[in-house]
């Protein structure tokens, strides 16, 4: 297999920046690994809010607990977790892709390894 191709694999199924840091292009790596890290990282939050905010209208009794009523909550919740991190989630699918196209582009270039182990130019 190609680093071309192990680039974007590792870029696709593990996390953005992977494919960088399996090519020892560690500053690159890191960096779509920590934008990546930031925008999951908030939207987390929003859900973790989210739901905080929906048990706790549970334990008041603002939200009565049933089925019905938590499903609206949890719409209600939705329109908003859509308006906040809307941008955010299409800033991570930016960066996903671009660690897959950048790896893999980055990959072409280095040199391949035959099959004993050595490096070809």
Not at 34 to 42: D, G, H, M, W
Not at 101 to 121: E, F, M, N, V
Request: charge should be neutral; glycine fraction near 10%.
């Amino acid at each position: 297999m190609t680093p071309a191709i192990k680039a974007a694999l590792i870029a696709t199924f593990v996390f953005p920046g992977g494919g960088h840091l399996y090519l020892k292009k560690t500053l690159r790596g890191a960096l779509l690994a920590a934008v990546a890290c930031a925008c999951l990282l908030f939207l987390m939050t929003l859900v973790y809010d989210s739901a905080q905010t929906i048990a706790s209208g549970i334990l008041d009794g603002s939200i009565a607990p049933n089925t019905t009523e938590i499903a609206q909550a949890m719409d209600a919740s939705q329109v908003e977790l859509e308006a906040k991190g809307g941008s955010v989630s299409w800033i991570l699918l930016c960066t996903w892709l671009l660690g897959i196209i950048d790896g893999y582009r980055l990959g072409r270039k280095a040199p391949s390894q035959t099959t004993d182990g050595t490096r070809q130019a």
